[in-house]
């Protein structure tokens, strides 16, 4: 918990675990994976100070090396952690190569992974996620939030289940904030969050 007071990531992190085990009950793998990746999978944005984070996520970004610090950072944080209570070496080293690529890896190489990264995501539209999300990204009103993350569903969800729950998530957000449906465009070039890494071009 002292490594999560930051970027509400402790509410981001409970609800997103709530997301995991829905996720493993639909689609499989392995909670003893899953869970602990998704509980740890923030810890390193403990080391970027508050007034610098804002450039390392979501429009406008700037700082992709910010983002990359987060991911590796907690991965040495993580598995500190987990020797600490002697979880098992081998359930550590896959803990650890999701925490490592959960933001910046392309395509999940596991359905640990894919869930990980699903329930990552999917908190931003959730009905306690989306205003914590705007409370981080100050500059963007709930109608740019929804769309932002509207336009991106086929590329940012992996699961079946979580593209389906980010859909109805989705129109529950519209109807709480009476939001517009978002545009019929493309997603963008890129695989990202909303990360730097995505707006470099």
């Not at 675990?17 to 509980?39: D, K, N």
């Not at 983002?67 to 500190?80: I, K, P, Q, Y």
Request: with cysteine; aromatic share 8%.
């Amino acid at each position: 918990m002292p490594f999560l007071q930051t970027r509400s990531n402790d509410s981001h992190a409970r609800i997103s675990a709530q997301f995991v085990v829905e996720f493993l009950e639909a689609e499989g793998g392995a909670p003893e994976v899953a869970l602990p990746a998704m509980i740890l999978h923030d810890v390193g944005w403990h080391v970027i100070p508050e007034d610098e984070q804002r450039r390392a996520f979501g429009p406008g970004s700037s700082d992709a090396t910010l983002n990359r610090l987060h991911e590796t950072s907690g991965v040495a944080m993580a598995r500190d952690l987990l020797v600490g209570i002697d979880y098992p070496g081998d359930l550590i080293d896959e803990i650890c190569r999701i925490i490592d690529g959960h933001d910046s890896r392309p395509e999940p190489a596991s359905v640990e992974e894919a869930i990980v990264k699903d329930a990552d995501k999917i908190w931003r539209v959730s009905h306690l996620g989306f205003p914590l999300s705007l409370e981080m990204l100050v500059d963007l009103s709930p109608q740019e939030l929804h769309d932002f993350i509207a336009v991106r569903v086929p590329v940012w969800f992996f699961t079946a289940t979580a593209r389906e729950m980010a859909a109805a998530e989705l129109a529950e957000r519209r109807r709480e904030y009476a939001l517009a449906p978002a545009p019929d465009i493309p997603p963008p070039a890129g695989f990202g969050i909303g990360d730097a890494a995505e707006y470099a071009s």
